[in-house]
């Protein structure tokens, strides 16, 4: 059974359109994560929910929007994308808090052209 | 603020041999610590966590790091690496604090030569 789930796993798309991407975690964690892994490897968080509620919202242009419709789920909508948004896109899930080991998805590889 | 820093972008070793990644984190009280390892087009795997106790803990796939308070280090250590170890290796630190977030370093390329 996969623990955090992604899909799609890769995404291509044209400057302008708007795209989600969903997660699923069945561990029964608490909290869950939006991260953002840029070309240079570099890991940076988004956002991070409990229980439903926004916790953490780092800068993020307001053209990301995470929705989450249960505490399983944590989706992440993103308006207008631009060539900047290319990224591998990670979800995270942890027990509690954001200081327990957060178990990661596969990732979404997000290509805008 | 909290910071990791991994000061190594690339190492290459032999397999066979023993292996020591560099992590120095900056956190201004009793942090978290975690080795991640990510596979090429993979996620990131949990290898190992410091929370309080014991300094030198036990990771899986062999792997082991150790928490210095004084270096503010958390070096990870593995006597012998296999080939299928070639992967990026992440440090990151957390605070007690629930809505403390991780912090990430920049990552360690590890290659394994034969």
């Known amino acids: 059974d996969t623990a955090v789930s992604q899909t799609p796993k890769y995404l291509v798309t044209q400057m302008g359109n708007d795209k989600s991407i969903k997660c699923e975690q069945n561990?029964?964690?608490?909290?869950m994560y939006w991260y953002k892994q840029d070309s240079k490897k570099f890991l940076k968080i988004m956002f991070s929910?409990?229980?439903?509620?926004?916790?953490i919202n780092e800068t993020v242009p307001n053209r990301f929007s995470p929705k989450s419709p249960d505490k399983a789920h944590l989706n992440l909508h993103i308006n207008s994308l631009e060539l900047g948004d290319s990224a591998v896109y990670f979800c995270?899930?942890?027990?509690?808090?954001?200081?327990?080991?957060?178990?990661f998805g596969p990732g979404t590889r997000l290509l805008v052209l | 603020a909290q910071s990791v820093t991994q000061p190594d972008i690339h190492i290459t070793v032999s397999e066979g041999a023993s292996l020591e990644l560099r992590c120095n984190y900056s956190?201004?009280?009793?942090?978290?610590l975690f080795w991640y390892v990510q596979s090429p087009g993979q996620g990131l795997q949990l290898l190992l966590k410091?929370?309080?106790?014991?300094?030198l803990v036990q990771g899986i796939k062999g792997f082991e790091a150790e928490f210095k308070r004084s270096q503010s280090s958390f070096n990870l250590r593995k006597p012998s690496v296999h080939w299928s170890d070639a992967a990026e290796y992440f440090c990151?630190?957390?605070?007690?604090?629930?809505?403390?977030?991780?912090?990430f370093g920049k990552g360690t390329r590890l290659s394994v030569i034969a």
């Open positions: 995270a899930s942890s027990p509690r808090g954001d200081s327990y080991p957060q178990y």
């Open positions: 561990l029964g964690h608490d909290t």
């Open positions: 929910y409990n229980n439903k509620e926004l916790i």
């Open positions: 956190y201004g009280a009793t942090p978290y």
């Open positions: 410091y929370f309080s106790g014991d300094t």
């Open positions: 990151a630190v957390g605070g007690q604090s629930g809505n403390t977030p991780l912090v």
